[in-house]
């Protein structure tokens, strides 16, 4: 009986190892709520943010003096590490923002001077991604959208991604950014064009939806050098390859300010446009092989700004067309089924083929075929 005591000794030891344990994680727990909460009561008497918050603007024209981000890190002190979190109440969603970038400082900051407010009257937690191109290599849309995305997700749980065009800007504080049970398309009314939509099943400029979706449809292509007809491919992927709906605001919520830049990009580089053309029309099934799932990039640096996440990357344009060509005849092309759709860009894609003789995929041929009245009264938009 004489090893009670030594028992009880361990015993108390366990005891007092297991409440420093405690101590520890508590403290872990505080480190990380302390930027969110302000005290504990205050916690409790926490409620779900409302779902039309009363202090919303409405429509405000764009703000286009450009600040510099000293400026407009004093101005959003809300913001921490590109994080912002609600603190008199719970958020509804937690939002990813990503936002490819490349040489285009202007836009960048308009784009924060007139979202940063917007978003946080919108009472929804959020995290903004600036995902930036580094090296000679084409700009390439689709690639960093798929390594913001992937980031992001990686760094927090979030129910929904916003795509946002660095020079496309909402004016009105109701057009949310929060998703809905579809994919949504947020930028309806934009000014480069004339204030309308371009063509009926234009996606580009803002748009978001859940994280699965997004997984789902292979997120994506990584194929799209330069500008134009990616967003289309993601329309396509959503629409025709897996059946989504696409949901739009009112029209009168839904206005958008474009930046107008000093330095355009170049578009139409020599045979560029030929080239995303045939990808666009050539390779309907290219989504179940080329995304998401097969990008390719390295990330060169990040950087936890107060405003914004910087994610700097580079990429290899010959790699990824090798690894696309390549595997689409190892995943039997053919035997996918075809995913063809017809807007404004596969009309101008359509036409630009065939006036320089390139083959055509046959299921758009066929839709040419079927569509009796093929819409050529839609607005054509060049990419
Ligand atoms: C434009 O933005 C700056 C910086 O946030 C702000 O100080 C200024 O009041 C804004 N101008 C207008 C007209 O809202
Ligand atoms: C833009 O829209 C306005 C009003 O609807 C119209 O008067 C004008 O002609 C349009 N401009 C262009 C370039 O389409
Ligand atoms: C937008 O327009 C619809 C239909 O015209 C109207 O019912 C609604 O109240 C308007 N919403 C706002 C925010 O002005
Ligand atoms: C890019 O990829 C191609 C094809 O795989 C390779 O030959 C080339 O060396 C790569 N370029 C760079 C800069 O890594």
């Given amino acids: 009986m004489n090893y009670l005591p030594a028992f009880a000794m361990l015993l108390s030891i366990a005891f007092f190892l297991n409440s420093l344990?405690?101590?520890?994680?508590?403290?872990?727990?505080?480190?990380?709520?302390?930027?969110?909460?302000?005290?504990?009561?205050?916690?409790e008497e926490k409620s779900l943010c409302s779902l039309h918050p009363e202090n919303l603007h409405g429509y405000e024209s764009l703000n286009r003096s450009v600040y510099n981000l000293k400026v407009l890190q004093s101005t959003y002190n809300f913001m921490d590490q590109g994080h912002y979190r609600p603190v008199t109440c719970i958020p509804r969603q937690k939002v990813a923002i990503l936002i490819p970038y490349r040489d285009?400082?202007?836009?960048?900051?308009?784009?924060?001077?007139?979202?940063?407010?917007?978003?946080?009257?919108?009472?929804?937690?959020?995290?903004?991604?600036?995902?930036?191109?580094?090296?000679?290599?084409?700009?390439?849309?689709?690639?960093?959208?798929?390594?913001?995305?992937?980031?992001?997700?990686?760094?927090?749980?979030?129910?929904?991604?916003?795509?946002?065009?660095?020079?496309?800007?909402?004016?009105?504080?109701?057009?949310?950014?929060t998703c809905g049970y579809h994919p949504r398309h947020l930028a309806v009314k934009v000014e480069q064009f004339n204030y309308t939509i371009p063509y009926a099943d234009f996606f580009g400029g803002i748009s978001?939806?859940?994280?699965?979706?997004?997984?789902?449809?292979?997120?994506?292509?990584?194929?799209?050098?330069?500008?134009?007809?990616?967003?289309?491919?993601?329309?396509?992927?959503?629409?025709?390859?897996?059946?989504?709906?696409?949901?739009?605001?009112?029209?009168n919520v839904s206005t958008c300010a474009s930046v107008h830049h000093s330095r355009p990009h170049k578009h139409d580089k020599k045979g560029k446009l030929l080239d995303r053309c045939n990808i666009y029309i050539n390779r309907p099934r290219g989504w179940a092989f080329d995304g998401l799932s097969t990008s390719q990039y390295i990330v060169e640096k990040t950087e936890n700004k107060r405003l914004f996440k910087h994610i700097l990357i580079s990429l290899n344009t010959t790699k990824l067309r090798k690894d696309f060509v390549t595997r689409s005849r190892f995943e039997d092309y053919d035997s996918l089924p075809p995913v063809a759709s017809w807007n404004g860009n596969t009309e101008m894609c359509y036409l630009a083929l065939k006036l320089s003789n390139k083959k055509i995929d046959q299921s758009v041929e066929d839709l040419v075929q079927k569509s009796v009245n093929v819409p050529s009264h839609r607005r054509i938009c060049i990419p």
Wanted: overall charge negative; glycine content about 6%; proline content about 3%.
């Fill in 21 to 43: 344990l405690y101590l520890k994680d508590d403290n872990r727990y505080k480190d990380v709520m302390k930027r969110y909460v302000v005290t504990d009561k205050y916690a």
């Fill in 104 to 177: 285009r400082d202007k836009g960048l900051l308009t784009l924060l001077n007139n979202v940063l407010p917007r978003i946080h009257r919108q009472q929804i937690e959020f995290g903004i991604y600036v995902v930036e191109q580094i090296g000679g290599e084409l700009f390439n849309k689709g690639v960093l959208f798929n390594a913001a995305f992937k980031y992001a997700m990686a760094e927090y749980t979030y129910d929904c991604v916003v795509l946002h065009d660095v020079d496309i800007i909402s004016e009105d504080d109701r057009n949310f950014f």
């Fill in 208 to 251: 978001n939806m859940p994280p699965n979706i997004f997984e789902q449809i292979n997120g994506f292509s990584n194929q799209y050098e330069d500008w134009g007809l990616e967003d289309d491919d993601l329309y396509r992927r959503l629409t025709v390859a897996h059946g989504l709906k696409i949901e739009r605001p009112l029209a």
